[in-house]
């Protein structure tokens, strides 16, 4: 080509030159390429729950026809959600309320695979439940990974993804329209005042999929669409989410046994956050703020590390290497079943009352015409108990206005309370007069010794 006294010889130019001018397909934009980075890691998940059957004429029918009655089988109720692998070994997160109560589990992924998986935790609280995919091992899976905590724009687009149906996924795009407006209180129950809020359409069946940003993060767990408000979406933030597994992933939880010690994210780094007073962690010389490096020479490198460390964990000594103001050092705990602390014998001791799990095979044997709770089957004498009006023979319903799971969560409970702290029991009392039985209930409080 010859412009005056320019001449090109294009045969000359760079390579480079060449490929700028290549066509660009303009429809692989960010949304597009984050979608593509997390669509491996979201499931479909389908759960059975089996509903047993109570027929009034059930019992009279079967005694009166014996081995030719036949009885009416359980109906089974189906749900579906969406959920997301947070680990290459098959972890995954989704919607406590999606797998609340199932007998079974199964998730579909995006490339069409089926497998059966077994929830591990989860909580009504939070709406979260961790759930791991039952496969042989060594498979391994595409997983999303977790934005840092907070690490959220107002206005930027976020990306709500699921596989409600199990035919390959969906997804919508919207904006961060609010973060969580207020931080959530210990023990409440979290809500829209705690989530995220997006104009990203999220249906019933995306319901535990992930919410993410451009650069394919996890940045929340889809929950919600506010049915007073069109279009409106909600979602767990990443940051109460770590919260959650912190919960999780405790020696406690996972195996039984007291650590009395909780980690938590920090940045890139994984941390000390609490302490039980007198327990192993404290005993072994654990400080909340240690950096965690290993556990039993394995390396951990977050929450998932530390859940699987203690999943091999048993009773007995655990050598736990952290950071220290710059400083790596090991610290030996004694890691102790947790029943043998936290029992009936701690129970008396700080309340000076014995008490039994009331099964419905010990009311049917004692007379009582419910069950649940805790009976009382001894009381000191000049004990808190005592001196509150407590009896042999009440129940004990809740504390602090929680209905404790057992014993252990009983006793965890008042030991963490100081000494002449108040402890507040729903106390249900039976009393019989000829034929009729008479029940009434009463809130005691009782100091803890």
Do not use: C
Request: net charge positive; hydrophobic share 45%.
């Amino acid at each position: 080509m010859n412009r005056g006294r320019w001449t090109v010889n294009f045969a000359l130019l760079p390579l480079a030159w060449l490929a700028v001018a290549a066509p660009v397909d303009v429809r692989r934009d960010a949304v597009v390429r984050a979608v593509e980075k997390v669509m491996p890691a979201v499931v479909n998940i389908s759960t059975e729950t089996v509903v047993e059957v109570r027929d009034p004429f059930e019992q009279m029918l079967r005694e009166f026809w014996g081995p030719y009655y036949r009885q009416r089988s359980p109906d089974v109720e189906y749900s579906l959600g969406s959920g997301v692998i947070i680990d290459e070994e098959g972890y995954l997160l989704t919607n406590d309320h999606v797998v609340r109560r199932a007998s079974r589990v199964k998730v579909k992924l995006a490339d069409g695979r089926e497998f059966e998986a077994q929830p591990l935790a989860g909580t009504e609280r939070t709406d979260l439940a961790l759930l791991r995919i039952k496969v042989p091992k060594g498979t391994r899976f595409t997983p999303a990974h977790f934005a840092p905590d907070d690490d959220l724009l107002l206005g930027e687009t976020v990306i709500a993804l699921g596989n409600p149906f199990g035919l390959g996924g969906s997804v919508s795009r919207g904006i961060l329209s609010s973060k969580a407006r207020r931080a959530p209180r210990e023990g409440e129950r979290l809500d829209i005042a705690n989530w995220l809020q997006t104009d990203a359409s999220i249906n019933p069946g995306n319901s535990g999929g992930p919410l993410i940003n451009l650069r394919g993060e996890l940045i929340g767990i889809n929950v919600a669409v506010h049915r007073k408000g069109q279009g409106i979406g909600f979602a767990i933030p990443i940051k109460q989410v770590n919260a959650a597994l912190s919960d999780f992933f405790t020696a406690e939880r996972i195996r039984g046994l007291w650590m009395g010690a909780r980690v938590r994210p920090d940045g890139a780094r994984l941390k000390v956050s609490s302490v039980e007073a007198d327990g192993p962690a404290v005993k072994g010389g654990l400080r909340v703020g240690d950096e965690v490096l290993a556990m039993n020479g394995a390396s951990i490198a977050d929450l998932l590390d530390w859940g699987k460390a203690l999943a091999k964990a048993n009773p007995g000594e655990v050598v736990l290497r952290v950071r220290r103001g710059g400083v790596a050092r090991a610290f030996k705990l004694n890691l102790r079943a947790e029943q043998d602390f936290f029992n009936a014998a701690l129970i008396r001791k700080r309340l000076g009352l014995s008490v039994q799990s009331l099964t419905q095979q010990l009311a049917e044997r004692m007379g009582y015409g419910f069950f649940g709770g805790f009976v009382v089957t001894a009381v000191d004498e000049d004990g808190p108990a005592r001196k509150a009006g407590l009896r042999k023979g009440y129940v004990l319903q809740a504390l602090d206005g929680r209905s404790p799971g057992g014993i252990v969560d009983f006793a965890r409970t008042i030991h963490a309370k100081t000494s002449g702290a108040n402890a507040r029991l729903r106390v249900v009392i039976e009393m019989r007069q000829g034929g009729f039985v008479r029940r009434r209930t009463v809130d005691v409080n009782l100091t803890v010794r």
